[in-house]
């Protein structure tokens, strides 16, 4: 069964609008953790961001904040005020446990488009 | 710190040949992991290492598949008898290794693109 959602398979937004990338996941454990990726054409997947099933905030790095509904089961990445380098394939991931010891199984992405 | 490297970043070969690449991780992660990636697909698991110690290994690689780090330092991956459907993206990462933490990130390179002919 597939793990991780994306429904967006692209996206196109006008630079300095706030986007909002989508993603649910689906598990039976308690502890798991959330990752968002960022591959641009070059190929190189680019850590953007992380959530923990117990961390109680929404995590934040710069521009990039993750949008955390647990009983939804939902890690929304949004990225404010957008910019053309902002353009890439984005990437949910999803790590089942408590142990840092496990696979991080990925979604099928969403290609992000900026337009200037 | 460079981030993770990965040689070569293309290949191209015949069915059947033999293919090997290399991935140096950050120096001070313990953790190596290989995944593959096809087009407009997220990356796969294929194995991973806590040092030298291949620990997890998914179904996915075959027995033509073997991947070694022998000073827990860099990795190889071999695919004998190449098949065209081995052609994807070759992405290997590596963490700290922070035992009983989920998030031990992962940091990805370049990655290695295959294509079989």
């Known amino acids: 069964a597939q793990k991780i959602t994306q429904t967006q398979p692209g996206m196109f937004v006008q630079e300095k609008e706030a986007v909002t990338l989508d993603c649910t996941y689906d598990?039976?454990?308690?502890?798991?953790?959330l990752f968002w990726y960022k591959q641009p054409s070059s190929g190189e997947m680019i850590f953007l961001i992380y959530?923990?099933?117990?961390?109680?905030q929404n995590a934040t790095e710069g521009r990039y904040s993750l949008n955390f509904q647990k009983a939804r089961k939902s890690a929304n990445l949004v990225i404010s005020a957008s910019q053309l380098g902002d353009s890439a394939m984005y990437f949910c991931?999803?790590?089942?446990?408590?142990?840092?010891?496990?696979?991080?199984?990925f979604g099928s992405g969403t290609r992000l488009s900026i337009r200037p | 710190d460079t981030g993770v490297s990965q040689d070569p970043r293309h290949k191209i070969t015949k069915r059947g040949q033999n293919v090997t690449f290399r991935c140096d991780p950050i120096?001070?992660?313990?953790?190596l992991y290989w995944y593959r990636q096809t087009l407009g697909q997220g990356p796969e698991f294929l194995t991973y290492?806590?040092?030298?110690?291949?620990?997890?290994k998914s179904r996915l690689l075959s027995d033509r598949f073997s991947a070694e780090r022998p000073k827990g330092s860099f990795s190889t991956l071999e695919i004998q008898r190449t098949e065209q459907g081995d052609s994807a993206m070759y992405l290997c990462?590596?963490?700290?290794?922070?035992?009983?933490?989920?998030?031990?990130?992962?940091?990805f390179g370049p990655g290695t693109r295959l294509t079989v002919l």
């Open positions: 990462a590596s963490s700290l290794g922070l035992a009983g933490v989920s998030a031990d990130t992962q940091y």
């Open positions: 598990t039976s454990d308690q502890s798991y953790g």
């Open positions: 959530q923990g099933s117990y961390d109680e």
């Open positions: 991931a999803m790590r089942e446990g408590n142990s840092s010891a496990s696979k991080i199984i």
């Open positions: 120096s001070e992660h313990n953790r």
């Open positions: 290492f806590q040092n030298e110690a291949q620990l997890e």
